[in-house]
């Protein structure tokens, strides 16, 4: 996982709980140092650490840990990534051109990176399916992701987000449709 992820989970822990909270599931996870570079890839079991054991010590599940982190991730991401976005575009459009705009840069300027595979089919005006595909099974971040992108474009009372499947699953499907 790349190290970015992780600085902006010790930001988001630190936000949402305090510094010492932060500390504490470093040490949980029996992790050396809870600084982590964002020129750096970390091992997957990291962050599923991390993660195992706010849930843990919040007794929120750890996949709704993951939604709500994906959603705080939302206005940093459209920052980094704001090159490849069209000015345009709105959550459904967002969506559909994820894999090809963010993704893709990502997977040929850092081969190291594999973010998640995004098949996005659009349904109609208002309507599309996400097939989010990935081993590290953070299906529920994907779904933050949506959420916050609705927020992001000011769409939050207007957009819908089911996941039709597991969302701890290898292959999530994620159907999201505008009112």
Do not use: C
Not at 22 to 48: C, R
Not at 96 to 107: F, L, Y
Not at 150 to 169: C, K, N, Q, R
């Amino acid at each position: 996982m790349h190290g970015t992820i992780f600085t902006l989970l010790k930001r988001y822990v630190q936000t949402q709980y305090d510094h010492s909270t932060w500390v504490k599931l470093v040490q949980l996870s029996g992790l050396e140092s809870g600084d982590f570079s964002h020129k750096e890839v970390y091992p997957d079991e990291h962050i599923y650490a991390l993660v195992g054991h706010a849930a843990e010590m919040t007794g929120i599940p750890a996949g709704e840990l993951h939604e709500k982190f994906g959603e705080y991730l939302v206005p940093d991401l459209m920052y980094m990534y704001q090159k490849y976005i069209n000015p345009d575009w709105r959550t459904l459009e967002m969506l559909e051109n994820t894999e090809h705009s963010m993704h893709g840069q990502v997977r040929r300027e850092h081969p190291e990176n594999s973010p998640p595979v995004l098949d996005v089919k659009r349904l109609n005006e208002n309507e599309v399916v996400i097939n989010y595909v990935s081993p590290r099974r953070m299906g529920g971040l994907a779904v933050g992701i949506v959420r916050g992108l609705a927020v992001y474009y000011d769409e939050a009372d207007l957009i819908d987000v089911l996941p039709t499947t597991s969302e701890d699953g290898e292959r999530v499907q994620i159907h999201v449709r505008r009112n």
